[in-house]
């Protein structure tokens, strides 16, 4: 599966508790460089996977928008998508069903050049 969001060397060097700080901040760019890196460690520490599912629906990240339409919400979905096991994958669908239909129309258009993570909606 390709990765479609890099991790942001800054946000590497961070510990688990800096990052989880990160993800209140008021900056939605700061919330979505943060997530995909805790992802990236969800499967190492479990705890982390509350974090990153609550910025999938939080609704402060299904409004903010990062650059042209994607929202932070997206960024936490993606990363669940790439570093989550299928328990975890099953549980962003049930999310990702309660947006609204545009919303969930957006993402999938959105991932549809990457079919491994399209295929899972």
């Known amino acids: 599966m390709k990765n479609i969001l890099p991790i942001d060397d ?10 989880i700080q990160l993800l209140l ?17 969800m499967n190492i520490e479990q705890s982390l996977k509350t974090y990153i599912f609550e910025a999938a629906q939080e609704l402060r990240n299904q409004t903010s928008v990062l650059f042209g ?9 993606i990363s669940i ?6 328990e975890d994958k099953e549980q962003v669908k049930r999310i990702v069903e309660q947006w609204t239909e545009s ?3 957006s993402i999938i ?9 399209s295929s899972m909606f």
């Open 103 to 105: 919303e969930k129309q």
């Open 25 to 41: 901040h008021k900056s939605a760019i700061i919330r979505a460089k943060a997530i995909p890196t805790l992802a990236a460690r």
């Open 69 to 77: 339409f994607i929202k932070v919400s997206w960024i936490a979905v």
């Open 109 to 117: 258009k959105y991932l549809k050049d990457y079919e491994d993570f």
């Open 10 to 19: 800054k946000m590497q060097a961070m510990s688990n508790e800096e990052l």
């Open 81 to 86: 998508l790439q570093y989550g096991n299928q």
